[in-house]
């Protein structure tokens, strides 16, 4: 008897939230529909934040705009919308996936009249497996595109630019080639300097310049340019407002401290795939010693020792000493000789590699702190270690 009333009991409580979940979700469906706001949508393997971030900055300088941003649960989402106002003129939402058919049920809800797509590569790989699989969930955003939507793609990624054929919306591409429509040349940025580019469109150049390190942004700088020109922002004010807009916090962040060393901090996460792009951050800087603290790699295949081997490799290339921390610290497969010099380091804790860089902390030394956040490399934490007075610089 005591069973049976628990199980009611359990089936009850069961019952009351799967129905608070889709009051919540009813409620907004009626909100966004109700809304005149037009809804861009963002997706890709990675650049997401900062397009969507940067994007909206823009828009602020042309309208009223609300943002979304970093949401991983459909439940974020459902709140986001339904705090959606009337008098909203963008709404500009960064979409991840995360099992099979979580991103159709959010574009349901969202009902996007722009899709931007910033690239395909391998996430979330125990789900999905290969690139085509990610593109045929990502493709649903652009899919779900009336006749009179436009989608942003990258004209450089095979994926990416092959869901023009899914859509009879208007496409727009962006990229390096020839063939993109808006095309990012002379690309450069080399520490302290920041990014500056020039875009090619519609026989214009227009030069812009950034407070964002790394030559690899110009991917979300370009795809946020090209949509801002399309739905209708003068040019100069969306030169201006890219040129204002503060770096992302934990993306290539430099972080000076008032006496030791410059820290660059990417620590929000560390794909496989765009490893090299933080390295090559650090390998062009203008610095006279330059380190690599390694944390937590993620969204790779095949055996971590192979990928954790490979990345020492090339992070010796880029730096000239590599410290590794966390559980797999111990597959750099260093030589004897890189161990003995102190070429590399295998770091016990972050603790013990804090207390390693306070040690030998030169005034002149960058550090390139990179992995995934779960680690906690990025300070103020590694400065508190450190006892180092920091500041926070754009």
């Not at 009333?5 to 009813?26: I, S």
């Amino acid at each position: 008897m005591l069973d049976r009333d628990g199980a009611v009991r359990r089936w009850g409580r069961l019952f009351e939230r799967n129905l608070r979940r889709t009051l919540r979700f009813v409620g907004a469906l009626a909100n966004r529909r109700f809304a005149t706001a037009t809804c861009i949508a963002v997706t890709g393997s990675s650049a997401k934040s900062t397009t969507t971030l940067l994007l909206s900055h823009i828009l602020k300088g042309h309208g009223s705009v609300e943002t979304l941003a970093s949401a991983v649960v459909t439940s974020d989402i459902v709140k986001s919308v339904a705090r959606l106002r009337r008098s909203t003129q963008y709404y500009v939402a960064e979409l991840s996936v995360g099992r099979r058919g979580h991103l159709k049920h959010v574009v349901r809800m969202v009902q996007p009249d722009v899709a931007i797509v910033t690239f395909i590569g391998i996430e979330h790989y125990k789900e999905y497996r290969t690139r085509e699989n990610i593109a045929a969930e990502k493709g649903q955003l652009v899919e779900a595109l009336s006749d009179t939507g436009l989608a942003v793609l990258n004209a450089d990624d095979d994926l990416t630019l092959a869901m023009r054929h899914g859509t009879t919306a208007r496409t727009v591409t962006f990229g390096r080639g020839p063939g993109a429509d808006f095309r990012a040349t002379a690309i450069a940025s080399r520490y302290p300097e920041c990014l500056r580019l020039e875009v090619e469109w519609k026989g214009h150049v227009t030069p812009l310049e950034t407070r964002i390190l790394g030559e690899h942004f110009w991917l979300p700088v370009t795809a946020a340019f090209a949509t801002a020109i399309e739905l209708g922002v003068p040019v100069e004010r969306a030169r201006a407002r890219i040129a204002s807009f503060e770096p992302i916090p934990d993306r290539c962040q430099p972080f000076p401290t008032r006496t030791g060393p410059v820290f660059i901090l990417d620590t929000w996460k560390a794909p496989w795939q765009t490893l090299g792009l933080a390295f090559d951050v650090l390998r062009h800087a203008q610095a006279k010693r330059r380190r690599i603290v390694l944390g937590m790699l993620s969204d790779y295949t095949g055996s971590p020792k192979a990928k954790y081997r490979d990345a020492y490799r090339d992070a010796r290339d880029a730096a000239d000493q590599v410290i590794f921390v966390g559980d797999h610290a111990h597959r750099s497969m260093a030589s004897q000789d890189d161990r003995a010099t102190g070429r590399f380091v295998e770091g016990r804790s972050v603790k013990a590699v804090a207390d390693l860089i306070l040690q030998q902390a030169g005034t002149d030394d960058l550090i390139l702190l990179k992995g995934s956040r779960d680690l906690h490399l990025e300070p103020p934490p590694v400065c508190r270690r450190l006892q180092l007075p920091n500041r926070m610089e754009p």
